[in-house]
C-alpha cells in the first residue's frame, strides 16, 4: 500500500497536527525526530486520497524554546555561517576566494566574541574597577581583588581572566554536544559534497570537528594575546622579558596558523582532507589550552605593584582594529561577489556580504550593550555618556563600543525611515494589484461585500510583501556600511563619537543622548530576542516569523562557523531517505507530502534516494520556499538545474504516451507569504484559491478564513492530488 508520509514545516508542528489524528505510535526514530502513524486499532489510518498516513517529526531537533532563546544569543554565528551558502553561482576561482573571506570572517567573529568576554572580565573588573576603590566598596565578591595574593594588577588581570576561559570552554563543549548529537548521524562519506544532490553533503562531522578545534584556538589565542599585550611590555627590563617574548611569539604563531588553516584546501576540504588535517587542528587546539595555562602562570608570577590607570593597554586597539578587519573582509567580499555574480542574480549576488554584515552589526551591538552595562553597574552611574567629559574619568569600554551605540541608534532609524519612505508606499501598491487577484476569483464578490473583498485584497498584497523585502534590506545595507566605514576610522584614531563637538556643548548633548539610547536600547533588543525565543513555539505570530528565519539558518552545514547552531538537515535528510527508500521499495511506494520547509527537506530526500526506489516514489510539496525564497538567496545550491534533477528522478514513463510526466506536484496560494509556485518543468503547479469561499456559508456567522500558509491538507484538492499520485505509483511501470 502506498504511504503518504508527511514532513512538516517550521512551525515544529506535533505529529497529531500534521495527520490530524489524535492518537499516534511512533513506528521509528526517537523523541528527537521520529516517524509517527495512527494507532490502527481505533481506525482511520488512512488519509484524503486512500494513502497510508505517516508522519516525520523533525521539530526537536532545532530545540525547544528555552534552548532556542540562548542560541539566539549566538546569532551573529550563525548569520556567518549562512554567508558562505548564500553565495551566487560563480567559477571555481572566485568560489575559493568567497569561501575563504566568509572562513576567515567566521573565524574574526570567534575572536569578537573572546574579546567581549575580555574587556567585561579584564579590563573593566580586572583593571579598572580593581583600581578604584569606590569601585569596590560594599562589594565582598571583589574583595579578592583588593587585598592578598590577587592584589597585584598581573594576578588581578590572571584571577579576571577565568571568566572568559570558561566562556570559551563553554563554547567548546555546546559545540562538541551538538556535534555528537548531529553531525554523528550516519551518512554516506564518498563523493563531491558541494550540491545537495550529493550524499556526502549531509556529512559535516571531519569538517567541523576540524574547524571546531581552530576557532577554539583562535578564541583562546586572542585571549593570551590581549593579557600577554599588557604584561610584556612592563617586563621589558625584568627577568621575566625573555619568558614574555617566548610566549608571544608563541600565542602570535598560533594566531597566524588558524588564519591560515582556514583557508587552506587540505585543511578545510570536506570530502577529501589532508591526512594531517585533523591531528594538525587538535594540535592547535591542545597547544591554545596549555599556552593560555602558562600566560596564566606567568602573569602570576611576583612582580613589583605597579599602578592601573585608564583602560587596559592593548585590548582597546586590538577590538577597534579587529573590527576594522571585519569591515574590510565584508567589502572585499562584496567586490568579489560584483565581479563574479552571473547576470541576474537577485540582489546583485550581495545576499552573503549583506546577510555577514548584519551579523557583524549584532555582534558589535550585543558586545557594546553588555560592557556598557557592566560599567555603569561597577561605576554606579546611570548615564554611560555625559556631554561634560572635561574632567569625567570614569569606567569606560573601547571607542569602538561607543560608536556600535550610536550607530545602533542609526540603524533603527534608517529602518524606520525605509518603512515609511519606501514599505508604506509599496504595500499601497501591492494592495490595489491585489484587487485584480481578488475579483477574477471571486466575480461580483466586492459589489456584495466590499469589507470582505478589501480583506482578502490585504491577504495577497501582505503576501506579495516576502518579494521586495531584499531590496529594501539593501536600501538600509548601503547607508549602514557607510557609516560603519566612517566610524571604523574614528575608532581607529582613537575618537569617541562626544569627542566630536566641544565638551558641554548642545552638540555634545545630542551625541551623549544617542550614545546612551543606543546602550540601552541594545540590552532591550538582547532581552526581547530572548523573549522572541521562548515565545517562538507558543504563539503562532512568533513561530512563524522565528521558525522561518531560524530553520533557514540551521538547514545548512556548519561549514563555516562550527560554534553556530547545529544543522538539524544533516539527521533530517538521511533518516528520511533511509525511511523513504524502505517504504519505497518494501511497502508499495511513498509519497513524500512537504510542508513549507518540510518541502526541502523532502525535495533533498528524493535526491538521495537509492535507484531502486525512486520508480516508487512521488513527491507533493505544498507552500514550498523553494523557488520563492531558496532560489534566490541560495542560487550556487538550488537552481533551475537542481530542480530539474528533482523532477527527472521522479519522472514517470507513461504507458499510453510512450514519454515522460512528473511525479511531482506542487500546491500554493497567492496568500501564503513563504510559499510560491515552483515554475520548473519539474514539477505542476496547482494554485489554490484562498479564502475557499468569498460570502458567508450558510448557517455560519463569520466568513471563510483565509488560510495563507497554512491547512494546505484539509482542502480538497489536496485528497485529490494525493489519489491521483497513489494511482501513478500502482499502476504497471514502463521501462524508463
Known amino acids: 500500500m502506498v504511504t503518504e508520509l508527511r514532513v512538516h514545516g517550521v512551525t515544529g508542528s506535533p505529529a497529531e497536527d500534521v495527520l490530524d489524528r489524535p492518537l499516534l505510535r511512533r513506528v521509528a526514530g526517537d523523541t528527537d ?52 551558502w548564500l553565495r551566487p553561482a560563480t567559477r571555481p576561482g572566485p568560489r575559493a576566494v568567497i569561501r575563504a573571506l566568509t572562513r576567515v570572517y567566521a573565524l574574526s567573529m570567534t ?36 587585598d592578598g595574593f590577587f592584589a597585584t594588577t598581573s594576578r588581578r588581570l590572571a584571577l579576571a581572566a ?18 555528537v548529537r548531529y553531525e554523528a548521524f550516519p551518512a554516506q562519506t564518498e563523493g563531491d559534497g558541494d550540491g545537495l544532490a550529493h550524499p556526502c553533503f549531509w556529512n559535516g562531522k571531519p ?46 604563531a598560533v594566531l597566524v596558523l588558524c588564519v591560515v588553516a582556514v583557508t587552506v584546501t587540505p585543511v578545510v576540504d570536506r570530502d577529501n582532507p589532508a591526512r594531517w588535517a585533523r591531528p594538525f587542528t587538535r594540535l592547535l587546539s591542545h597547544l591554545s589550552v596549555a599556552l593560555t595555562a602558562l600566560v596564566l602562570g606567568y602573569a602570576l608570577l611576583a612582580r613589583d605593584p605597579w599602578p592601573a590607570t585608564g583602560k587596559m593597554p592593548v585590548l582597546g586597539g586590538t577590538v577597534t582594529g579587529l573590527f576594522a578587519v571585519q569591515v574590510v573582509l565584508m567589502l572585499v567580499l562584496g567586490a568579489v561577489v560584483l565581479a563574479s555574480r552571473p547576470r541576474g542574480t537577485y540582489l546583485q549576488g550581495l545576499a552573503g556580504p549583506l546577510i555577514a554584515s548584519a551579523g557583524l552589526g549584532v555582534a558589535a551591538a550585543f558586545s557594546a550593550g553588555l ?17 561634560d567629559y572635561a574632567n569625567w574619568h570614569p569606567l569606560q569600554p573601547p571607542a569602538a563600543y561607543e560608536w556600535a551605540a550610536g550607530g545602533f541608534v542609526l540603524l533603527l532609524l534608517l529602518v524606520v525611515l525605509v518603512a515609511l519612505i519606501g514599505g508604506v508606499p509599496l504595500v499601497s501598491r501591492l494592495r490595489r494589484n491585489a484587487r485584480a487577484v481578488t475579483d477574477a476569483d471571486f ?32 536600501w538600509v545595507f548601503i547607508p549602514a556600511a557607510l557609516a560603519a566605514v566612517v566610524a571604523t576610522g574614528f575608532a581607529l584614531a582613537g575618537r569617541r563619537p562626544i569627542r566630536l563637538a566641544p565638551s558641554g556643548s548642545p552638540a555634545a548633548e545630542v551625541i551623549s543622548f544617542a550614545v546612551n539610547l543606543g546602550t ?109 525564497l531558496y532560489a534566490r ?34 500546491l500554493w496560494r497567492d496568500t501564503d507569504p513563504i510559499g510560491g509556485p515552483v515554475a520548473s518543468a519539474a514539477a505542476r503547479d496547482e494554485r489554490l484559491v484562498d479564502p475557499p469561499g468569498f460570502d458567508m456559508p450558510p448557517g455560519d456567522t463569520v466568513f471563510p478564513k483565509v488560510d495563507g500558509h497554512s491547512g494546505y491538507q484539509l482542502r480538497p484538492e489536496f485528497g485529490a492530488v494525493i489519489s491521483g499520485l497513489t494511482a501513478d505509483l500502482t499502476e504497471p511501470q514502463v521501462p524508463a
Open 633 to 666: 538567496f541560495f542560487p550556487a545550491y538550488v537552481s533551475d538545474a537542481l530542480l530539474e534533477q528533482v523532477g527527472a528522478v521522479l519522472a514517470q514513463p507513461r504507458q499510453e504516451l510512450g514519454q515522460h510526466t512528473p511525479r511531482w506536484v506542487n
Open 33 to 84: 525526530a521520529g516517524f509517527f502513524r495512527p494507532r490502527a486499532e481505533y481506525g482511520a489510518v488512512t488519509g484524503p486520497g486512500g494513502a497510508m498516513l505517516e508522519a516525520y517529526r523533525w521539530g526537536n531537533l532545532t530545540a525547544g524554546a528555552a534552548a532556542r532563546a540562548l542560541w539566539l544569543l549566538l546569532l551573529p554565528f550563525m548569520l556567518a555561517n549562512v554567508a558562505l
Open 520 to 628: 540601552y536600547l541594545i540590552g532591550l533588543s538582547a532581552v526581547l530576542l530572548v523573549l522572541v525565543g521562548v515565545l517562538a513555539y507558543r504563539y503562532q505570530r512568533f513561530r512563524r516569523i522565528v521558525g522561518v528565519l531560524w530553520d533557514l539558518g540551521t538547514f545548512w552545514p556548519r561549514a563555516a562557523h562550527p560554534l553556530a547552531p547545529p544543522c538539524y538537515a544533516e539527521r533530517a535528510v538521511p533518516e528520511l531517505a533511509r525511511r523513504a527508500a524502505w517504504l519505497a521499495a518494501e511497502q508499495g511506494g511513498v509519497i513524500l507530502s512537504g510542508h513549507s520547509q518540510g518541502s526541502v527537506l523532502a525535495a533533498a530526500t528524493v535526491l538521495q534516494l537509492p535507484p531502486e526506489a525512486r520508480a516508487r516514489t512521488a513527491l507533493l510539496t505544498y507552500g514550498s520556499p523553494l523557488r520563492r
Open 371 to 387: 560592557s556598557y552595562r557592566v560599567a555603569d553597574y561597577l561605576d554606579r552611574r546611570s548615564r554611560p555618556s555625559t556631554p
Open 162 to 179: 577565568l571568566l572568559p576561559i570558561l566562556a570559551v570552554a563553554f563554547l567548546w563543549f555546546l559545540g562538541r554536544r551538538t556535534w
Open 111 to 146: 575572536g569578537s566574541f573572546a574579546l567581549s568576554f575580555v574587556q567585561i572580565s579584564m579590563d573593566l573588573v580586572g583593571w579598572q574597577c580593581a583600581a578604584v576603590p569606590r569601585c569596590l566598596q560594599d562589594r565582598w565578591w571583589l574583595g579578592l581583588f583588593a
Open 443 to 474: 466575480p461580483g464578490g466586492r459589489g456584495r461585500d466590499a469589507g470582505q473583498a478589501r480583506h482578502v485584497d490585504h491577504a495577497v498584497a501582505d503576501a506579495r510583501v516576502t518579494d521586495h523585502i531584499g531590496r529594501m534590506l539593501v
Open 207 to 252: 569538517l567541523v570537528g576540524r574547524l571546531r578545534s581552530i576557532h577554539i584556538a583562535f578564541a583562546y589565542g586572542s585571549l593570551d594575546a590581549v593579557l600577554l599585550g599588557v604584561l610584556v611590555p612592563h617586563d621589558r627590563d625584568h627577568d621575566y622579558g625573555p619568558a614574555g617574548y617566548t610566549l608571544a611569539v608563541a600565542v602570535a
